[in-house]
């Protein structure tokens, strides 16, 4: 159990980042973003002994986090308006007026991310994450073609949303 919990805190440690931003793009508000991290830990915790190496981990934590965000939003409901209660990613920049532009960037894009339908959102927040198409289709248990037409809607409608042509 004591290298079980070990193999956990490695785990969460190395894609703590990556984790972050993906319950970041489930989750607006930092009290439920807090309560999916929490829950996506349990998750990988879960299934870290059914790890076969059949993908790389970050895929496996990715797919499991993925799945894990779908059941919180289901178990949820409906999405809240307001989406001006995002909590502030944490930026190391000195300057205040480069902390704000980054910052306001980044919700932005959070924003046009979450504004995507699920099945473009999915693909499109794994894709940032660096995952190929075929880590992806693992991730989601869909084809790479699938893939590769959900990721060019997902920036089609991000250029759009963000005012970017094409």
Same mark, same amino acid.
């Given at each position: 159990?004591?290298?079980?919990?070990?193999?956990?805190?490695?785990?969460?440690?190395?894609?703590?980042?990556?984790?972050?931003?993906?319950? /970041?793009?489930?989750?607006?508000?930092?009290?439920?973003?807090?309560?999916?991290?929490?829950?996506?830990?349990?998750?990988?915790?879960?299934?870290?002994?059914?790890?076969?190496?059949?993908?790389?981990?970050?895929?496996?934590?990715?797919?499991?986090?993925?799945?894990?965000?779908?059941?919180?939003?289901?178990?949820?409901?409906?999405?809240?308006?307001?989406?001006?209660?995002? /909590?502030?990613?944490?930026?190391?920049?000195?300057?205040?007026?480069?902390?704000?532009?980054?910052?306001?960037?980044?919700?932005?894009?959070?924003?046009?991310?979450?504004?995507?339908?699920?099945?473009?959102?999915?693909?499109?927040?794994?894709?940032?994450?660096?995952?190929?198409?075929?880590?992806?289709?693992?991730?989601?248990?869909?084809?790479?073609?699938?893939?590769?037409?959900?990721?060019?809607?997902?920036?089609?409608?991000?250029?759009?949303?963000?005012?970017?042509? /094409?």
């Amino acid at each position: 159990m004591r290298e079980q919990n070990r193999e956990l805190e490695r785990v969460l440690t190395t894609h703590a980042a990556a984790l972050s931003r993906l319950a /970041a793009s489930y989750e607006s508000r930092p009290a439920l973003r807090e309560e999916l991290m929490q829950e996506i830990a349990f998750a990988v915790w879960r299934a870290l002994p059914s790890f076969r190496h059949e993908s790389s981990e970050k895929t496996f934590v990715l797919r499991i986090a993925t799945n894990r965000a779908l059941s919180h939003l289901a178990a949820r409901g409906p999405a809240p308006q307001d989406l001006d209660a995002a /909590a502030e990613i944490a930026d190391p920049m000195p300057r205040p007026d480069e902390l704000a532009a980054r910052r306001q960037g980044a919700e932005r894009i959070r924003h046009a991310v979450r504004g995507l339908p699920l099945t473009l959102r999915q693909v499109m927040v794994l894709a940032l994450e660096g995952l190929d198409h075929g880590e992806i289709a693992r991730a989601l248990g869909i084809s790479e073609g699938n893939v590769a037409v959900r990721l060019h809607r997902g920036k089609a409608l991000l250029k759009s949303a963000l005012g970017e042509h /094409a």
